[in-house]
């Protein structure tokens, strides 16, 4: 079956500008995360959706990056104002339903802000 | 101290050999543990899990975890050129997020 996909594969703005990026999970996985990978740096847990719960926020950098998940299934990730800083390769990744712990990646926007 | 540790490398080995990729982590709470192949400039492809102690084999993968020590690892037996990749270590508790180490770059000479 079709795997998480995210879109744009890549992404050039300039500073200050505002991004959206899309991850649409597997079908019928419940959960939905939220990384961020920097060169040099591990993946960096970001914001965490299950199912129609409270999404987890813990991991958001600062309030520039904000997170929805609608109809349970897809979600956007946006980030205003960007700093040179924000630049890094942002991935998506799903779970199915509760009580599996296996998370599975989409392919990663490469965000690079001038 | 970080929770979870990985030697970044890079190991280069000769294609045969076996290899062993490590990590420590420090949360006792943690109850499952990951491990994810990247290639370059693609997303994290999940290997193997386990869920508490342990050993889990598919096919030339073999992972380990001792909680005892809070120590996990990763063997490949017969190395492959297409086993060049990064290695992820992760681990999670009830709350659902995964917590990565930094990634083990292997590299396998044909």
Known sequence: GAGVSQSPSNKVTEKGKDVELRCDPISGHTALYWYRQSLGQGLEFLIYFQGNSA???SGLPSDRFSAERTGGSVSTLTI??????????????????????????GPGTRLTVT | QKEVEQDPGPLSVPEGAIVSLNCTYSNSAFQYFMWYRQYSRK?????????SSGNKEDGRFTAQVDKSSKYI???????????????????????GNLIFGKGTKLSVKP
């Open chain 2, 43 to 51: 997303g994290p492809e999940l290997l193997m899990y386990t869920y």
């Open chain 1, 80 to 105: 205003q104002r960007t700093q040179q800083e924000d630049s890094a390769v942002y991935l998506c990744a799903s779970s199915p339903p509760k009580g599996s712990y296996e998370q599975y990646f």
């Open chain 1, 55 to 57: 999404p987890d926020k």
């Open chain 2, 73 to 95: 690892s990763l063997f490949i037996r017969d190395s492959q050129p297409s086993d060049s990749a990064t290695y992820l270590c992760a681990s999670g508790g009830s709350q």
